[in-house]
């Protein structure tokens, strides 16, 4: 086994804790408290002018790509898109949140998708994950 770099254990620290927090984002979600997430999510957003049919399609697959980007991401399994995709649910996120003017929560997923942007410039430093386990074979 090889030893890990500084970076490469910084990288991998970051990615799992990035990983496991937008895992267990969407994990909690759903189950029995699925229906309650989309309820309120479309709650927010009654008063928008967005279409309640895309708020309700996009509050039925957030926890869905949570966990599933969440764990990609937790694993270093498809890393890089797997970052781009949370990295694009994000940036929807935060537009709606701009939409009904929720500052303080743009700034928290701003800081959401600075990580997200962080650990994909720093790929390269993906060193204790399975893709770099799956390129070694």
Request: net charge neutral; aromatic share 14%.
């Amino acid at each position: 086994m090889t030893t890990l770099s500084p970076q490469e254990l910084a990288y991998t620290l970051l990615r799992f804790a990035l990983g496991l927090n937008i895992f267990l984002h969407g994990a909690v979600r759903l189950g029995s408290n699925y229906q309650k997430f989309i309820d309120w999510t479309t709650g927010l957003f009654q008063n928008t002018p967005l279409p309640s049919f895309a708020v309700q399609a996009f509050a039925h697959s957030i926890p869905i790509l949570e966990v599933t980007f969440g764990l990609l991401i937790l694993l270093g399994l498809f890393t890089l898109p797997a970052l781009i995709g949370g990295t694009l649910v994000m940036i929807g996120l935060m537009a709606g949140m701009c939409i009904i003017q929720n500052w303080e929560i743009v700034g928290i997923q701003m800081i959401y998708i600075f990580l997200y942007t962080v650990l994909t410039f720093t790929l390269t430093y993906n060193g204790l994950s399975i893709d770099r386990f799956l390129i070694r074979k």
